[in-house]
């Protein structure tokens, strides 16, 4: 009987490392050394493997012998096993534990939804400080069994496994100190907080792409479950109040914000919504991932006066009054127009008239380039006359011979003339001498 292309597919992650780091894929003069197997290695001729090991996306569903992972990974500290099909706790297990210098282990895109993690297979883990989950539909159990068991974890990534929901443990795991949980379905603050609860040492969690809704905490809830939370990602979730951008205030240590493609800020401009949200955040030194300057903060707090001082009293918010005792009343900015000035002139050459639009940031050079196409004379072939027709009679015509000077420092008019003078070679004879 024909096996199935999966099972023909299938490999244990010994056979995988050997083919991969077979000599044979590795022909001489290709930059590759082959050296001498790890030492007591009892397998020879073969690569010594780096540090850092990248086996993803190849079929793996088994471990394979023990005593060889041992042999030739004693010295491994960072195992990407992504994208595989390993769903037996068991097979994972058995790898890692024949790694004794693991630091960092991913399991993304492993069909782990199925299986639960036994709590004596857990303790394999516990040298691990970055464990990346992404994608495996993993359960909370077994992240629990798992953080339990890992009193140096470090880093955290459980995206993409579809939580609606944080089951709370009564073990937290304070060594945590980043914590990834974007592309899930979690929508209401209460779930949030308890993220707090089991993890109270986080500095860093991302939180973007769910649809979390506010940050419903008061300011001694939020100091007690985050009190090292320095920065924080919001980013396309679902907040629609200004009440929630204030209560980030309440993280005591909070430096850094990303709060892009929230509801909140769908009515204003770009650079509307960082100077109102700068100006609600006065700790915050780095909102959506650029350093805000103090001349920049400066700006956004005046802007943020200007913006609400002509609304009614009750409508002010409290940032409002804060920043009105730093600032004082401001008068209202003054409205510049910055479009493009421009005017009509009558351009005279010979006997010939022509009314020409003129833009009036436009150089003399550029003017000449203009009058190229119109009077079919080489830009370099033509001398130009600026003629004021209420100041001709006293003045005169002012010749445009600098280049690179702008026609609006000439006080150009409507109405006024530019006389267009061919330029005549001089011809110098032996009769004229």
């Known amino acids: 009987m024909e096996s199935s292309s999966d099972e023909e597919e299938a490999h244990t992650f010994v056979q995988v490392l050997s083919d ?101 297979g857990a303790e394999v883990f516990s040298r691990i400080r970055r464990l990346v989950l992404i994608n495996t539909q993993i359960s909370w159990n077994n992240v ?94 679902g907040l629609s109040s200004w009440e929630d951008i204030e209560r980030l205030n309440f993280f005591p240590k909070l430096a850094e914000v990303k709060a892009k493609g929230i509801p909140l800020l769908q009515p204003y401009t770009d650079d509307e919504r960082r100077s109102l949200v700068l100006a609600q955040l006065p700790c915050v030194t780095i909102l959506n991932g650029g350093a805000v300057s103090d001349g920049e903060r400066e700006s956004a707090e005046r802007f943020f006066i200007r913006y609400h001082q002509d609304r009614p009293e009750e409508e002010l918010p409290q940032r409002y009054h804060v920043l009105v005792s730093k600032y004082g009343q401001l008068a209202p900015l003054a409205e510049v127009d910055l479009r493009p000035r421009s005017t009509t002139v009558d351009v005279r050459w010979g006997e010939r008239v022509e009314a020409v639009s003129l833009r009036l940031e436009q150089t003399v050079g550029d003017l000449k380039k203009q009058l190229r196409a119109l009077l079919q004379l080489p830009a370099n072939g033509m001398r130009l006359f600026y003629i004021n027709r209420e100041m001709c009679s006293m003045v005169g015509p002012e010749e445009l011979k600098c280049g690179a000077r702008a026609l609006h420092s000439y006080s150009i008019r409507d109405g006024d003339e530019i006389l267009v003078v061919p330029k005549v070679k001089s011809r110098c004879s032996s009769s004229d001498l």
């Open 144 to 237: 629990h069994t798992l953080t339990r068991h890992m009193p140096e974890l470090d880093e955290l990534f459980l995206c993409l496994n579809g939580f609606r929901y944080v089951s709370e443990t009564h073990t937290s795991c304070p060594s945590l100190r980043l914590l990834q949980i974007t592309d899930n379905q979690l929508q209401d603050w209460a779930e949030v907080r308890k993220l707090g609860l089991m993890y109270p040492g986080l500095s860093t969690l991302v939180l973007a792409n769910n649809s979390v809704k506010s940050v419903a905490d008061s300011q001694e809830m939020l100091r007690r479950l985050f009190p090292n939370l320095r920065s924080i990602n919001l980013s396309n979730s």
């Open 20 to 120: 991969k780091y077979n000599p044979d894929n590795f022909p001489y003069g290709q930059g590759v050394v082959v050296m001498s197997s790890p030492p007591g290695s009892p397998i020879k001729n073969r690569l010594y493997l780096p540090s850092s090991l990248v086996l993803s996306d190849c079929g793996i569903t088994t471990a394979g012998d023990g005593s060889t992972i041992a042999a030739f990974c004693g010295h491994v500290v960072e195992l990407d096993i992504s994208k595989n099909q390993l769903n037996d706790w068991v097979e994972i297990c058995t790898v890692v534990s024949n790694i004794p210098h693991l630091d960092f282990l991913n399991l993304s895109m492993n069909p782990l939804n199925e299986v639960e993690l036994e709590l004596a």
